[in-house]
């Protein structure tokens, strides 16, 4: 069984430019959610994906997309980069009906310059 | 608005000794709550869970006590150990969780435990 894992583990960006990050969820899984999680602070809920569809967001804005590809692998799009945007980005994957735990990956840390 | 608050920034034990971090909540709604542990360079792992109509759940070490009352919950790790040195976060899904709702957590800001040997 292998567990969620995300790619690239550090990224450097320019304002203004666009990323994709890359999620693959643990095996079994079918539902991604994505973090972001700035220094100091916890994670915040950015947006969930349950069967290839946006299935909740939090308070972010629509430059922050995502999307959940058939073998429930997901990315997250982040447009127009602003320097607010640096922080350490999670994705957890988890099962629906089979356990209230969500499992994370170990993050990409995007530094926006 | 912070939901969930973890008012501590860091706790430093001595080894052996009991390991108490704090959690506040306002949002009464709540009525499942998580602890989560982070290592540097490593993702949230989920360490022990409670559900509002308990007020203790205990899983060897680690024990999670609710007053939901005091809209409050702590985690206490008995003995603590060097390894336990991590960041402690704990989190809470929307109001009447299931299916998907626990993978939309609200994090508190978490606990930097220092256990010293």
């Known amino acids: 069984e292998t567990g969620v894992t995300q790619s690239p583990t550090h990224l450097i960006k320019t304002r203004g430019q666009q990323v994709t990050l890359r999620c693959s969820s643990q095996?079994?899984?079918?539902?991604v959610s994505w973090y972001q999680q700035a220094l100091g602070q916890g994670p915040q809920f950015i947006f969930q994906?349950?069967?290839?569809?946006?299935?909740g967001r939090g308070n972010f804005p629509p430059r922050f997309s995502g999307l959940q590809f058939p073998n429930y692998s997901s990315e997250l799009n982040v447009n127009a980069l602003e320097l607010d945007d640096s922080a350490l980005y999670l994705c957890?994957?988890?099962?629906?009906?089979?356990?209230?735990?969500?499992?994370f990956g170990q993050g990409t840390r995007l530094t926006v310059v | 608005d912070q939901q969930v608050k973890q008012n501590s920034p860091s706790l430093s034990v001595q080894e052996g000794r009991i390991s108490i971090l704090n959690c506040d909540y306002t949002?009464?709604?709540?009525?499942?709550f998580l602890w989560y542990k982070k290592y540097p360079a490593e993702g949230p792992t989920f360490l022990i869970s409670?559900?509002?109509?308990?007020d203790k759940n205990e899983d060897g070490r680690f024990t999670v006590f609710l007053n939901k009352s005091a809209k409050h919950l702590s985690l206490h790790i008995v003995p603590s150990q060097p390894g336990d040195s991590a960041v402690y976060f704990c989190?809470?899904?929307?109001?009447?969780?299931?299916?998907?709702?626990?993978?939309?957590?609200?994090f508190g800001q978490g606990t930097i435990l220092t256990v010293h040997p």
């Open positions: 957890a994957s988890s099962f629906v009906g089979f356990s209230t735990e969500a499992f």
């Open positions: 095996s079994g899984h079918n539902t």
């Open positions: 994906y349950y069967r290839e569809e946006e299935n």
């Open positions: 949002n009464s709604m709540f009525d499942y």
């Open positions: 409670i559900s509002s109509i308990k």
């Open positions: 989190a809470a899904p929307p109001a009447n969780a299931g299916g998907t709702s626990y993978g939309k957590l609200t």
